[in-house]
């Protein structure tokens, strides 16, 4: 079963919608950014190429099924200033793997918190989902606090779960239940 289309949500500052062509020169701010990607898998894109590249990436995983990108826009003009991505989807165990960036210039001001607990209250309710995952570096105190922050549990610490940018990193392994309670859900 694949993840259903996504409807646009609105939050007091953002909108939370499928990602669009005309949204790769914005994001490329975000991902183009080395301090903003430090902590994510993919090197930091360099050109509109990387972010075309990246586009024809997501939405091949969306025509398998198991994946859905979407972007967090400024309400006020549309611009993107980050992605969430919905991923890893296990129809059978009600379970998805979550992933976000947030523009370094937008750190810090709670738009990541507000963006997540919409998608959050989406995923629970009428995705139906009993069980959000997000894998996260230790050393990224902010992505870790924010997790906290929603009513993630960590769950663990998975040493060497992967290598990428020419090393091996830990991971820490945070867990969420639609019957956890959350008190960022109402951010």
């Not at 930091?44 to 099924?65: F, I, K, V, Y």
Request: hydrophobic share 45%; aromatic share 6%.
């Amino acid at each position: 079963m694949s993840l259903p289309e996504w409807p646009a949500l609105s939050t007091t500052r953002l909108t939370v919608r499928a990602v669009a062509d005309t949204d790769l020169p914005a994001l490329m701010a975000v991902n183009g950014d080395d301090e903003t990607t430090r902590f994510l898998p993919y090197a930091s894109w360099r050109s509109l190429d990387d972010a075309q590249a990246w586009l024809a990436r997501m939405r091949s995983l969306e025509a398998a099924g198991g994946t859905r990108q979407l972007v967090m826009a400024r309400r006020a003009d549309g611009l993107a200033i980050g992605t969430v991505l919905l991923f890893k989807h296990d129809p059978a165990s009600a379970r998805l793997e979550l992933g976000y960036v947030l523009a370094r210039s937008h750190w810090r001001q709670g738009l990541a918190r507000e963006a997540l607990a919409a998608v959050i209250r989406q995923v629970f309710g009428p995705m139906g989902q009993r069980r959000i995952e997000a894998e996260v570096n230790p050393d990224n105190t902010a992505s870790n606090a924010l997790l906290q922050a929603l009513g993630f549990t960590l769950e663990g610490r998975l040493r060497q779960r992967y290598t990428g940018k020419g090393r091996s990193y830990d991971i820490h392994l945070w867990g969420l239940l639609a019957s956890d309670p959350r008190p960022g859900a109402d951010a």
